[in-house]
C-alpha cells in the first residue's frame, strides 16, 4: 500500500486535506486544507493513524467519519457527484476510473470539471470522453499556481482529500479525505469560480 494520505493530527485537533508537507504545496500550489477540532474527526483521524502505525485495518468505524482508501472512498465520492444539481471538480488526475467517469459523464453540462495544463495523454483521453457527455471542461496553467487539489463539490455536499479520481488512489493507496457541507459550500464555491475563470478551455 502507498501512503498518500495528507493529514496531521494531535489529540484535539486535526487537519485533512490535498497539501503534502513541501514548501511549493502551500506557496505555489491550489490546495484545499480543512482544520477542525471536531472530536469525532479528530478521534477518526488518529484510530487510522495508530493502525497503519501499527500495520493493521482501520477500525470500520472510522469510514463513517472519514473519506478513507481503501474502503468505503468510491461510493461517499460518487455520492457527491450525484447530489441534485450542478457539481465543480478540482483534481490533478481524473481516471482511467470507470465508476467517477461514468458518474460525472452522467451530469452532463451541469458538471464543470478543473484539471492542470500539463495533464498527460491519458487525462486528456478521459477529458475529452468528459467533453462527449456535454462537460465542461477547462485547464488552469502551471503557473503561477500549479492545480494539486482534489476537490468535488456541490450546493450541499462536497468532498475534499488525498484522493485523486483514479483507480490506486481510490481502491489501492491509504488516503484520507472529508464530506462537509454547511458554511463551508460558499467559501469553496467562491475559490472554484475564480479558477474557473482563470482556466481555458480544453481543446
Do not use: C
Not at 489529540?11 to 477542525?36: C, K, M, Q
Not at 467533453?131 to 503557473?143: M, N, S, W, Y
Not at 484522493?163 to 457541507?181: D, I
Amino acid at each position: 500500500m502507498t501512503y498518500h494520505a495528507k493529514y496531521l493530527a494531535s489529540g484535539h485537533e486535526a487537519e485533512i486535506g490535498n497539501p503534502n508537507f513541501a514548501w511549493s504545496d502551500f506557496h505555489d500550489a491550489r490546495n484545499y486544507l480543512y482544520v477542525t477540532k471536531n472530536p469525532t474527526i479528530v478521534r477518526a483521524v488518529n484510530a487510522v493513524f495508530n493502525a497503519d502505525w501499527q500495520n493493521r485495518h482501520a477500525p470500520a468505524w472510522t469510514h463513517r467519519d472519514l473519506v478513507l482508501s481503501p474502503g468505503t472512498s468510491v461510493h461517499q465520492i460518487i455520492q457527491v457527484i450525484d447530489q441534485p444539481g450542478p457539481i465543480a471538480i478540482e483534481d490533478e488526475e481524473i481516471g482511467p476510473y470507470a465508476p467517477t467517469l461514468d458518474a460525472i459523464a452522467e451530469k452532463g453540462r451541469l458538471a464543470r470539471v478543473i484539471m492542470p495544463a500539463n495533464i498527460n495523454t491519458q487525462d486528456r483521453q478521459d477529458a475529452l470522453f468528459l467533453e462527449a457527455h456535454g462537460v465542461q471542461v477547462r485547464l488552469l496553467p502551471v503557473k503561477p499556481i500549479y492545480l494539486h487539489a482534489k476537490l468535488v463539490l456541490g450546493n450541499s455536499l462536497a468532498y475534499i482529500g488525498s484522493e485523486n479520481l483514479t483507480q490506486t488512489s481510490l481502491e489501492v493507496n491509504r488516503e484520507v479525505g472529508l464530506l462537509l457541507n454547511g458554511s463551508d459550500i460558499p467559501k469553496l464555491q467562491a475559490q472554484f469560480n475564480r479558477d474557473w475563470a482563470r482556466a481555458r478551455n480544453y481543446d
